[in-house]
């Protein structure tokens, strides 16, 4: 019995235990391991260096709010629609893909009331469909 609650303690602390996130890759002296061939042939690149940029990803974005202004299931038609609402909206417009359908947002904004006050304006100009969306933003 001893024994076997010995092996259960074991396997949870190994289990608990994620060493890539308790430092920063960019405070060690040595490069980063390659991972194995295999893995980097198919990836193009480490994975150590991807789970590194994922945590510096979050470090700039934040949780916030951005218009969904029009999705389709083409992909062609959201390229042709991304051009049109950049050019008439003059700043960034987002495609993001969400199977099946191709979504175009706008906008940054930190919370909810920016958002709508974007919304209303863009109503009186004669956008019609668009809802406020939860979403990771860019911070400034």
Known sequence: MKLFIFHILLLQVLIGQDSLFWFD???VIDPPP???KVMDGIF?????????SLKNVRRF?????RLQIFETVSKDKADSTLFHFQKTLQDTVYLIFEAPLYKLRFGNF???KEAEIQKDKLNRLGFKNIWIVRSRIYQN
Request: glycine content about 8%; hydrophobic content about 25%.
């Open 25 to 27: 890759m960019n405070s």
């Open 34 to 36: 390659n991972t194995p």
């Open 44 to 52: 193009g690149t480490s994975r150590l260096r991807v789970l590194d």
């Open 61 to 65: 974005s934040s949780e916030g709010f």
């Open 110 to 112: 930190m919370t909810k």
